[in-house]
């Protein structure tokens, strides 16, 4: 069966059950109809989230059809409930963009799902949508005084960096001209739209304590400078109280259930690539207020979305991960040994031994950051003993711990060996990581402690723009803010054809953005993008209604 197909064919629980399961009464469930809830924050206790162990998982350079960190995320979740540990996945949402691209949904695939899974998929409880409008009400407020004479804050309008947002692929609106049409119409001035998971009212509603910290955080948001080259923030525009106001409920994280029945928390979804990558710190603490283990992820590789919540998210919010899960399938290592996609189905024994460098390199980092790691084998029907065999020796020879999962196909129960290692490593943890820079260092040393220490570069690179921007966040007194590197999944390097273990390449960085409000600086490598494009066939066209309303094609 199609994945929606299996997930159509169980009955879900009523939430409000959900809810009892984890200690919450009903009059504490926001309803959205029978399936879906909000939660409130009052229910975030920080004494129980320093009893609950914290289980992230990640996984190496992905094919471009990833590797299915969510199913296993999902499925160990299932595994530890199984074994007797009160456990929730706690996941980000997904976003309309990928939904219609190419990478599908995202709410796990087989009998490892979180269910309603077409609600989850598209609108959900209307996060994205709220993000949107706070987002573009800042946009048509900036452009409103700039057109303004009696109340103007003198905003030279080549220095706007703030760009409407759309949950869509479409890269027709990654550059235009707006405020064409007449005096009446606006200012004249270039711009342009990013996909909502770049926003960083995204990125901010994830870094968030509660809607006060969100509603100072926003007004944080630097928008551009005026002709006299000073700052200009959100909050002198007084646009934060209204943005805010749009997001009074998107604050509050999402309840949803596992295919078995176990509780799901989906809440936020910056993409790891261009954002920090992982779901909202308030969810996070959440789960952890009401479970003995947490399982949740970051995205694409380690080298981006662990990095990222690392070093950006666990020292901001005060967490440390028990464990890191490192997904690997031998389609990616076959992939990274230089086969083809459409030949990844075929045995090839010697392209997995040349590209497990990679899935070395992933374990590698994660021994960096002082956390203990599991490489958990997401096996598919394709894979053979002798190419599974290799995968085994290696991580042996590493001494890291390994086993394959199967949770695909038998849900829980194919991923119980997984968890039963997950607890053993939890049992142990010291629960501390180091962090890959210190925060007092400057914007250059850390950009190059993560090139050199978890990219494998051997040097950095600016261009002009990107020492300007540089010189610029010196004089704002920005210097102390974590790095976000916006960088391919691709590779370990800045250039998406580079596949296996990259190394004696140099990272580019092209320019640095400010991310202020999110607490964060933005240096963009390559030719990363804040608006991606369709492919070819866009997964839209598989995607249908029949007259009772019945919907196909999502997987």
């Given at each position: ?332 290592l076959k992939y990274h040994g230089g086969v083809p996609v459409k030949d990844l189905s075929n045995p090839n024994s010697a392209a997995v031994s ?117 010189r610029r966040i010196d004089s704002l007194g920005l210097n102390a803010l974590p790095i976000c590197i916006a960088k391919t999944q691709s590779s ?64």
């Amino acid at each position: 069966m199609t994945d929606i197909e299996i997930a159509n064919s169980i009955t879900p629980k009523p939430i409000v059950e959900i809810g009892n399961e984890l200690g919450i009464p009903a009059t504490n469930l926001e309803q959205y109809g029978s399936l879906k809830a909000k939660l409130p924050l009052s229910l975030i206790d920080e004494q129980k989230i320093k009893n609950c162990k914290l289980v992230l998982v990640s996984a190496i350079s992905p094919t471009p059809t990833g590797e299915g960190k969510t199913t296993t995320s999902i499925g160990l979740s299932e595994g530890l409930n199984k074994i007797g540990k009160r456990s929730t996945v706690v996941l980000r949402e997904p976003s309309l963009g990928p939904v219609f691209g190419m990478k599908g949904g995202a709410t796990g695939g087989g009998y490892s799902q979180v269910v309603p899974m077409e609600d989850i998929n598209l609108h959900f409880t209307g996060d994205f949508s709220a993000i949107e409008k706070a987002n573009n009400l800042l946009a048509a407020l900036i452009d409103n005084n700039i057109q303004s004479k009696k109340f103007s804050l003198n905003i030279d309008p080549r220095t706007v960096q703030w760009k409407r947002v759309m949950d869509m692929n479409d890269r027709s609106l990654r550059d235009m001209v707006i405020g064409l049409g007449g005096v009446g119409m606006g200012i004249p001035r270039e711009a342009g739209f990013d996909i909502t998971a770049a926003s960083e009212i995204m990125a901010i509603l994830c870094m968030s304590k509660d809607l006060s910290d969100l509603k100072k955080r926003m007004g944080n948001i630097l928008v551009g400078f005026t002709f006299d080259k000073g700052p200009v923030y959100a909050r002198d525009l007084k646009a934060h109280g209204a943005m805010a106001a749009l997001l009074k409920d998107a604050i509050k994280p999402n309840l949803v259930q596992t295919l078995e029945g176990n509780p799901a928390i989906i809440h936020g979804g910056p993409f790891a690539n261009i954002a920090q990558g992982t779901n909202s710190i308030i969810a996070t603490k959440l789960g952890m207020s009401l479970s003995e283990y947490v399982v949740t992820e970051a995205g694409f590789g380690f080298d981006l979305g662990a990095e990222k919540f690392l070093d950006i998210k666990c020292r901001t919010a005060g967490l440390s991960p028990d464990a890191i899960v490192l997904v690997a399938t031998v389609r990616a290592l076959k992939y990274h040994g230089g086969v083809p996609v459409k030949d990844l189905s075929n045995p090839n024994s010697a392209a997995v031994s040349l590209g497990v460098e990679n899935l070395e390199k992933h374990i590698e980092n994660a021994k960096k950051f002082g956390v203990k790691a599991v490489v958990a084998v997401n096996q598919f029907a394709s894979d053979t003993k002798e190419e599974l065999d290799i995968v085994y020796e290696r991580c042996n020879a590493l001494g890291v711990d390994v086993c394959h999962c199967n949770h695909w196909a038998d849900g829980g129960n194919g991923a119980i060996d997984l968890a039963k290692r997950v607890v053993e490593v939890c049992e142990k943890s010291s629960s501390t990581f180091n962090p890959v820079y210190r925060l007092d260092q400057s914007p250059e040393e850390k950009i190059e402690a993560v090139a050199k220490t978890i990219y494998g570069a051997i040097g950095v690179s600016y261009t002009s723009e990107a020492k300007y921007d540089l010189r610029r966040i010196d004089s704002l007194g920005l210097n102390a803010l974590p790095i976000c590197i916006a960088k391919t999944q691709s590779s370990f390097s800045d250039d998406p054809t580079k596949l296996g273990r990259a190394d004696g390449f140099e990272l580019t960085v092209r320019k640095v953005e400010i991310a202020a409000g999110a607490g964060f600086i933005i240096p963009i490598t390559g030719k990363m993008m804040r608006m991606p494009g369709l492919p070819s066939i866009p997964s839209a066209e598989k995607i249908d209604i029949d007259d009772q309303g019945n919907i196909t094609g999502l997987f």
